[in-house]
């Protein structure tokens, strides 16, 4: 399976089963600040790079994904 297709499918993943939305729009900070979660925000803040580079990030920082969504009053959490 193409890393683009295994991105989608565990964003999507993300999303459905922990209420995360992972993004690389920065509009979404304010959003969350204002509204808090659902949904709990992932904003990926690398600029200008390819769908490895963000496979790579998520693996690398998986404990902190982990501990951001067990967070109950977390909702935004910057990844770069």
């Given at each position: 399976q193409p890393v683009a297709a295994s991105f989608v499918d565990f964003a999507v993943k993300l999303l459905?089963?922990?209420?995360l939305s992972v993004t690389k729009d920065v509009d979404f900070h304010p959003r969350s600040l204002v509204l808090g979660a659902p949904p709990k925000v992932v904003w990926i803040a690398l600029g200008n790079c390819s769908t490895d580079d963000v496979v790579t990030l998520l693996r690398q920082r998986h404990q902190e994904l982990v501990t951001f969504e067990q967070d109950v009053e977390a909702a935004f959490l910057a990844l770069a």
């Open positions: 459905v089963d922990h209420n």
